[in-house]
């Protein structure tokens, strides 16, 4: 009976082979062969321009498939070349410190290439750079204000709003700072004005005009210097600066009906002095 068992399953195994083809387990373990156009239209459909491009410029001019792969080769480049070129304004501008603006170009980058992997590391890295730049300056800035050293506090703030220009924490501290020098510059202009010293209060006033140029009580003093130094100058005969100090006048405040009287007439006479000569 065993005998006749184990026959029996000889006899299973033999039909069974007489069935099915052998098993060739060399074909199992080997992938079907694609070529570089299979491969280059499968990165492009995937968005790996770079790979893409790489595939399909290997494709050769006698591959049954050419003509069809120029096509894919070109819509893949052009992102590639794109995203080259913001890369390099990038780093270019993080060399020279402009970390915002080298932000901008990789994220220009990623939105014509989005899976450029080193381009995400890049920006990554980058991001890094400017929280830690943001923080020092803001840091910095808060010591120099408490100090009362406003003018080195602005200058820390605008180095972290150079980083990051829509950092709130800074823009508030920045409002701040701006507040109180253009108090100190307000004061120190007229006192310098009430003295008689034009030029000085000039310097002064300018500062705080920069710093604010919507400040009534600026605007008001920074005019009435600009014009009482230019009736200086006339009475000089230093005409030519005479204008130059009405034309800044007009500049900060347009409506001045008798400023603009005043100009006309001493370019006139300045011009006829020019045409006598000397």
């Not at 890049?122 to 408490?146: M, P, R, S």
């Amino acid at each position: 009976r065993l005998l006749l068992s184990i026959g029996f399953v000889w006899i299973l195994a033999g039909c069974s082979l007489l069935d099915y083809p052998p098993l060739d387990l060399l074909d199992i373990r080997t992938p079907k062969v694609i070529d570089a156009y299979s491969r280059g239209v499968d990165y492009y459909r995937q968005g790996l321009y770079k790979s893409a491009v790489k595939e399909l410029e290997a494709v050769s001019s006698n591959h049954p498939r050419y003509k069809r792969a120029q096509p894919y080769l070109a819509k893949a480049s052009t992102p590639v070349t794109e995203a080259t070129h913001h890369v390099n304004v990038a780093l270019q501008y993080r060399k020279e410190g402009e970390l915002f603006k080298a932000k901008k170009e990789f994220e220009e980058a990623l939105e014509v290439y989005p899976k450029h992997r080193r381009v995400q590391m890049l920006l990554e890295a980058l991001e890094q750079d400017i929280e830690a730049t943001v923080n020092y300056h803001y840091e910095k800035g808060q010591e120099e204000f408490e100090q009362k050293n406003y003018e080195d506090a602005r200058a820390a703030f605008l180095e972290a709003l150079k980083a990051e220009p829509e950092e709130d924490r800074v823009l508030e501290e920045l409002s701040r700072t701006n507040e109180e020098l253009v108090k100190i510059y307000s004061k120190e202009g007229s006192t310098l004005f009430e003295k008689g010293n034009f030029d000085d209060a000039v310097k002064r006033l300018e500062k705080a005009y920069h710093i604010n140029s919507s400040d009534p009580f600026v605007i008001k003093k920074l005019i009435n210097v600009y014009n009482l130094r230019a009736l200086k100058y006339y009475r000089e005969e230093k005409l030519s600066l005479a204008v130059a100090d009405l034309k800044r006048s007009l500049e900060v405040q347009p409506d001045q009906e008798e400023i603009q009287n005043q100009l006309q007439q001493i370019q006139i006479r300045l011009g006829l002095l020019e045409k006598i000569g000397p």
